[in-house]
């Protein structure tokens, strides 16, 4: 946890294998900010009530998430990371981590999102396009039932981060910033867990200088390491994405056709 407080501690809704909610923790701990972190996420097998569309075998091994109370309290969609400050709340990883940004105002001069207005809004432009090429591909590489949509995913998603890529510079973070921007913590969750790809589907990412360089910087960076969930278990979470089990948001989302930013609270729920 991180030493220095802003006025209050922030009350963090976050899951040790969530990398949605890991960039949250990676612009917290760079930004030094204090805060109770809350394991709110988990899983559960849940029983069959014989009026679905399938026979309870088929239902039997599907594992569904459990919510903390006090998430669903500040959150009623239940998603992560939430963040809490009084009766203040914020949701969604990228808004959490622009939030963070300017709360960290008060201890840090450190800045995810640029001062320069231009600049600035060249990072959100790929922040959003990082999380839609990238990081979306990664679980139609995981869902998707069918080799050539799996195939495909994975063609995509090795297009996108040569297009991230492009915008590096030799020992710089993105766009040549000498330190890492929202653009390497929407990435660096998801870049980390790339060998799920090839532990699951055989998908192992072909050599990129620029990208293999900036990936290794950012693991280097002080405050990362412990901030990255176990191999070995984290395989062991993923394979409920790999086999089918996982019903979540993002896994329903991707197994009705959509992509994994493009869940629905009502459909997927």
């Known amino acids: 946890m991180a030493a220095a407080a802003v006025s209050r501690r922030l009350t963090y809704y976050s899951a040790w294998f969530c990398p949605f909610a890991h960039r949250t923790t990676l612009a917290l701990e760079h930004h030094g900010l204090e805060y109770e972190w809350v394991e709110a996420l988990g899983w559960e097998t849940r029983q069959a009530t014989g009026a679905e569309a399938f026979t309870a075998t088929e239902r039997r091994e599907w594992q569904y998430h459990w919510k903390h109370p006090d998430l669903l309290k500040a959150n009623p969609d239940g998603m992560i990371p939430t963040l809490v400050l009084g009766d203040k709340t914020a949701t969604e990883s990228i808004a959490c981590m622009e939030l963070i940004d300017d709360l960290g105002r008060e201890t840090s001069s450190k800045r995810l999102v640029p001062e320069d207005p231009w600049l600035a809004a060249d990072v959100r432009v790929w922040a959003e396009k990082v999380n839609k090429t990238i ?61 799920v790809l090839d532990h699951y589907r055989g998908f192992t990412l072909p050599p990129n200088d620029k990208y293999d360089a900036w990936l290794d910087r950012c693991l280097a960076m002080p405050g990362v390491e412990k901030t990255l969930p176990d191999r070995d278990r984290y395989l062991k979470h993923i394979d409920k994405y790999a086999t089918g089990r996982a019903r979540s948001k993002v896994a329903n989302a991707v197994r009705r056709g959509k992509s994994a930013h493009e869940y629905d609270h009502s459909l997927d729920g």
């Open 135 to 195: 990081c979306s591909e990664y679980y139609n590489c995981l869902v998707k039932d069918a080799d050539v949509d799996r195939k495909e995913a994975f063609e995509r998603l090795v297009n996108a981060r040569d297009a991230f890529a492009e915008r590096l510079e030799a020992s710089s973070y993105f766009a040549g910033r000498q330190e890492p921007s929202l653009v390497d913590f929407v990435l660096l969750p998801y870049a980390y867990r790339f060998y």
